[in-house]
């Protein structure tokens, strides 16, 4: 059984500050991984997926990297914002379906 | 462009009470998911169709939970009756699968309390 584990479970750095949020998953075999912010009281958007045959995925100043083999990702913020304040959560999906299995996220706070 | 809507936003019952979510996909996605989140166990897989059809329900909880999808554009998720411990945050999300990897939307969830 997959098993997704985020640590630590919370954050707090001060603005400007580059930091490095990291996951790690038993199972290799995946298909792809996912990174999701999720702010208070809403749902899940999606920031970064990268596929299984992939090793990294940039999108301005977030950068997300996948090594299969050791079974783990880290998504790296750079020059990091109070607007960056968030759940930040990680998700594989199995190679021979649609299921995502989660890990239960870090919160971060950026402190001005 | 509408995201996936989730319907109602909150709901204060009591236990033994009927509870009906509802979700509206995002338009043209294929597949459908249910998820529930609570601080102690996290963000959980309950249910997801494709096209429709129910394709893995191993996350439903026991037998008083239900899901359906009727349509392309409308899924509920029933419970019933209600217990103290159903209390969470539950999610849908749409995408599209079958087309490159595509990412999974969610809408903002309904907050469930059950008294």
């Known amino acids: 059984k997959q098993e997704v584990t985020q640590i630590p479970a919370a954050l707090s750095v001060p603005e400007g500050e580059n930091l490095v949020l990291n996951c790690s998953f038993t199972d290799s075999a995946i298909y792809n991984l996912q990174w999701f912010r999720q702010d208070p009281g809403k749902g899940l958007t999606s920031l970064l997926l990268i596929q299984s045959s992939q090793r990294e995925q940039t999108s301005g100043r977030l950068n997300a990297s996948l090594d299969k083999s050791s079974g783990r990702s880290t ?38 | 462009d509408a995201g996936v809507i989730q319907s109602p936003r909150h709901e204060v019952t009591e236990m033994g009470q009927e509870v009906t979510l509802r979700c509206k996909p995002i338009s043209g996605h294929n597949s459908l998911f249910w998820y529930r989140q609570t601080m102690m166990r996290g963000l959980e897989l309950l249910i997801y169709f494709n096209n429709n059809v129910p394709i893995d329900d191993s996350g439903m909880p026991e037998d008083r939970f239900s899901a359906k999808m009727p349509n392309a554009s409308f899924s509920t998720l029933k419970i019933q009756p209600s217990e103290p411990r159903d209390s969470a945050v539950y999610f849908c999300a749409s995408s599209l699968v079958g087309e490159g990897n595509q990412p999974q939307h969610f809408g903002d969830g309904t907050r469930l309390s059950i008294l």
């Open chain 1, 75 to 112: 998504l790296y913020i750079a020059a990091s914002q109070p607007g960056d304040s968030a759940t930040y959560l990680c998700a594989v999906r199995r190679p021979d379906n649609s299921k995502l299995t989660f890990g239960k996220g870090i919160t971060l706070s950026v402190r001005p």
